[in-house]
């Protein structure tokens, strides 16, 4: 059973455009939820991250907006570029030390 | 922010043959770690849970026998593809948790030829 469900699947946006991923989770106690990058041949690498009690968080071009009563969440990329083409996955936790789940990915594509 | 070392980043064996992936958590000691397994173009999937000093929980369907994980120290933890073969072919994933934060290794290509 997927615990963390993502659309969509790939994406094509224009150089300077807004990228938005969407996911949503079943698991209220979730606590931690994390969007990760990674490029081809790559490990995923941390780009953002919100816990449930704030419901937006920003940190430069990357935006993470949540909303707990839908049990959703979302990646917004501003500004789109060439260099931010990658998949992108998010993810969620419940307590320090615990396993990830994972969204199925979404593969961006910018183009210029 | 902390790293995770994964190596080798690229392995070929034959079949038959066993290969070990060593995952090292450079800055931080790591109770737990976890290893996925990856497919082209798919999601990352968690093969085991690997708790220093005792023995990994694997998830249902992964073969512990095939896959041995040992984390012998807080900053070690190996998978061991025992008998590997074609299909064991796959980007393996390891990965250490830094309070609530997640740190993943490069990822190892194991081709089984």
């Known amino acids: 059973q997927q615990q963390v469900k993502q659309s969509p699947q790939s994406l094509i946006v224009q150089k300077g455009g807004i990228s938005i991923i969407n996911c949503a989770y079943e698991?209220?106690?979730?606590?931690?939820f994390p969007w990760y990058q990674q490029f081809p041949g790559k490990g995923p690498a941390l780009l953002i991250a919100i816990r449930p009690d704030v419901s937006e968080k920003k940190e430069g071009r990357f935006t993470i907006s949540f909303n707990k009563s839908a049990k959703q969440f979302s990646l917004h990329i501003m500004d789109s570029q060439p260099g931010d083409s990658a998949t992108y996955f998010c993810a969620a936790s419940k307590g320090p030390g615990n396993q990830f789940y994972f969204g199925t990915g979404t593969s961006l594509t910018v183009i210029p | 922010g902390a790293v995770v070392s994964q190596h080798p980043s690229r392995v070929i064996c034959k079949s038959g043959t066993s290969v070990k992936i060593e995952c090292r958590s450079l800055?931080?000691?790591?109770?737990?770690m976890f290893w996925y397994r990856q497919f082209p173009k798919k999601s990352l999937m968690l093969m085991a849970t690997?708790?220093?000093?005792?023995?990994?929980?694997?998830e249902q369907g992964v073969e512990k026998d095939k896959f041995l994980i040992n984390h012998a120290s807080l900053t070690l933890s190996t998978l061991t593809v025992t008998s590997a073969h074609p299909e064991d072919s796959s980007f393996y994933i390891c990965s250490a948790r830094l309070g609530t934060e997640a740190f993943f290794g490069q990822g190892t290509r194991l081709t089984v030829v």
């Open positions: 690997s708790n220093e000093g005792s023995k990994a929980t694997y």
């Open positions: 698991n209220t106690a979730f606590d931690y």
């Open positions: 800055d931080f000691q790591a109770t737990t």
